[in-house]
C-alpha cells in the first residue's frame, strides 16, 4: 500500500490489525466500481501480509453504506477512477471473499441494498442497538440479485428469500436473529474482542479460510481427505515449526 492513495476509502494500519473506513460520506457511502477495486488492493495486502491478523471495517458518517451508487456502474464515466490501481470488473462480494483474514465490521449507522454485501461478508458484525437495515430493491423493480449469494452464507435459502421480499426498515435486534448481527457495539468492548486476535498464526488462518471456501464444492465422500491433506500441508510450514520449537 505504499505510495498508494485512495478516493473513497481510509486506511490505517495498527500494529496487528488494518482498519479500511469507507469515507465517501457526501454520498451515504455507496460504492462505486473504483471503491471496489480500492477495497480488493487494501484485502490482497491484508493477504499478503502475515503481520496483519484481522481487518476492521468502518464508515464515516450517519450512515455506514446505502449499497451501490447505480449511476457509476451504468455510467463508467461518472466514477472517479484511481489511477494508481490497475481497474477490475469485479462485485464487492467477490472481493470480500477473497478477503484470508478474520473481518470485522463495526456498524454505527444504517445498512441499506448492497451494504448487505459487506456484513455478510465480514466474520463477525458488531452494531449500535439503533441501527436500521433495509432491502429497497424491490420498490426500485429490480432484486437484490448479488446480495443473494452473500446472504446464503449466513441463513437459509428461505429466510434469505424473506428478507428479499421485505422492503422496509428492520431493526439490529431482527438482524441478529437474521444472523447478520453477531453483538451490539454497546455491550462489546472491541478493544479487548479485537485484542483475541494479536497473536493468532496468519498461515493457519490464511489455510483455514482457503479450505472453508473451497469445501462446498468437493464431495461430501472426499471433504475429510481434503482437510486432512490441508492439515498435512500447513503442518510443515515453518510458521507452525517455528511454534512448536518454540513450545519445545
Known amino acids: 500500500m505504499q505510495g498508494i492513495t485512495y478516493r473513497y476509502i481510509k486506511v490505517n494500519k495498527i500494529d496487528f490489525r488494518m482498519e479500511v473506513t469507507l469515507a465517501r460520506s457526501e454520498k451515504r457511502n455507496a460504492f462505486t466500481p473504483t471503491m471496489v477495486n480500492e477495497i480488493a488492493h487494501v484485502f490482497q495486502n491484508a493477504n499478503d501480509d502475515d503481520a496483519v491478523k484481522v481487518v476492521v471495517l468502518k464508515a464515516e458518517g450517519p450512515v455506514f453504506c446505502a449499497g451501490m451508487d447505480l449511476k457509476t456502474f451504468e455510467n463508467e464515466h461518472l466514477d472517479i477512477r484511481n489511477p494508481q490501481l490497475e481497474h477490475k470488473n ?46 429497497p430493491e424491490l420498490n426500485l423493480g429490480i432484486f437484490p440479485f448479488q446480495v443473494m449469494a452473500s446472504l446464503m452464507q449466513v441463513m437459509p435459502e428461505k429466510r434469505m428469500l424473506q428478507l428479499c421480499l421485505h422492503t422496509d426498515y428492520f431493526s439490529a435486534q431482527k438482524a441478529m436473529e437474521y444472523g447478520l448481527v453477531d453483538g ?3 455491550e462489546v468492548y472491541i478493544e479487548g474482542f479485537l485484542a483475541r486476535f494479536k497473536d493468532i498464526s496468519s498461515s493457519a488462518v490464511v489455510a483455514g479460510f482457503k479450505a472453508a471456501r473451497e469445501l462446498p464444492s468437493i464431495a461430501i465422500e472426499k471433504r475429510y481427505d481434503f482437510l486432512l491433506k490441508s492439515l498435512d500441508a500447513l503442518k510443515s510450514s515453518e510458521d507452525v515449526k517455528n511454534r512448536i520449537f518454540k513450545k519445545e
Request: charged share 15%.
Open 184 to 186: 451490539f457495539l454497546e
Open 90 to 135: 469485479i462485485s464487492l462480494g467477490e472481493v470480500f471473499a477473497s478477503l484470508q483474514k478474520p473481518s470485522v465490521a463495526i456498524v454505527e449507522g444504517k445498512v441499506i441494498a448492497g451494504a448487505f454485501l459487506i456484513i455478510a461478508g465480514c466474520t463477525y458484525v458488531f452494531c449500535s442497538k439503533n441501527v436500521q437495515f433495509r432491502l
